[in-house]
């Protein structure tokens, strides 16, 4: 049985936190170097990818692709500028196609 994966891609700043805490870390501070890093630790067997709002602004045909699939998941995270509002809305969007109403 193979074992899954964490991982968190973006700016330095923002994920260098992540490696203290045992996860892979993939400083990217492109939305073509994230978007390099997320397909290859898609097909590397990471179940869990962290990726920081400010890539994922520009990456909506690549998350796209993995949001139907069961790995990896792909969690948007706020960067060293803040939230941007992307993930919770993602979120929101998620439990509302789960609950079917808007509970948040």
Wanted: glycine share 10%.
């Amino acid at each position: 049985m193979s074992e899954y994966k964490i991982a968190a891609i973006g700016d330095r700043d923002s994920v260098m936190g992540f490696r203290a805490l045992g996860l892979e870390v993939v400083p990217a501070e492109d939305p073509e170097g994230a978007k390099a890093a997320l397909h290859r630790l898609a097909k590397e067997n990471y179940a869990i990818i962290y990726l920081t709002e400010g890539l994922a602004q520009h990456m909506a045909p690549e998350i796209a692709r993995y949001k139907d699939a069961v790995t990896p998941a792909v969690i948007l995270i706020p960067g060293r500028e803040g939230s941007l509002g992307i993930g919770l809305d993602a979120v929101k969007t998620a439990v509302e196609r789960a609950v079917g109403a808007d509970i948040l």
